[in-house]
C-alpha cells in the first residue's frame, strides 16, 4: 500500500503547475476574491486586483485537473459569467468548473 502512494506522488510530481488567469467585469465592485476547492475555498487567499476599466484580475498557479470555484465580489458569491461548465454545489445552487490540462485550459 505504501508503494501506491510513492507512485502517486510521483506522477503528481511530474505534473507542471500552470499560470491560469482567472478575471471578472465588475467596475462597480470595491472587493473581489477567488475561492474554489484549489484553496479549501478560503475567501481570503485569492483577492483580485482591479484595472482602470473595472475588470478584476488574479493568476494563480494550479496543477492539471478540474476545479469548481465561485467569485465573492463584497460579500455575495457568484458565479464566473464567463464561464458555461458548471457543478451542482451542496447549497442548491452551482459553481463554475474549469478544467485544467496539461497544454492550457478548457
Not at 455575495?76 to 478544467?99: I, L, Q, R, V, Y
Amino acid at each position: 500500500m505504501g508503494r501506491k502512494k510513492k507512485s502517486t506522488v510521483l506522477e503528481n510530481e511530474t505534473k507542471e503547475l500552470k499560470k491560469i488567469d482567472f478575471e471578472l467585469f465588475a467596475p462597480e465592485a470595491q472587493k473581489v476574491s477567488l475561492a474554489g476547492d484549489f484553496n479549501d475555498w478560503d475567501m481570503s487567499s485569492h483577492p483580485l486586483g482591479k484595472n482602470s476599466d473595472g475588470t478584476w484580475k488574479v493568476k494563480i498557479d494550479l496543477m492539471p485537473g478540474k476545479y469548481e470555484y465561485r467569485f465573492l465580489v463584497d460579500g455575495e458569491w457568484m458565479n464566473d459569467p464567463n464561464c458555461t461548465s458548471t457543478a451542482p454545489n451542496p447549497f442548491g445552487g452551482k459553481n463554475s468548473t474549469c478544467n485544467v490540462l496539461d497544454v492550457g485550459i478548457t
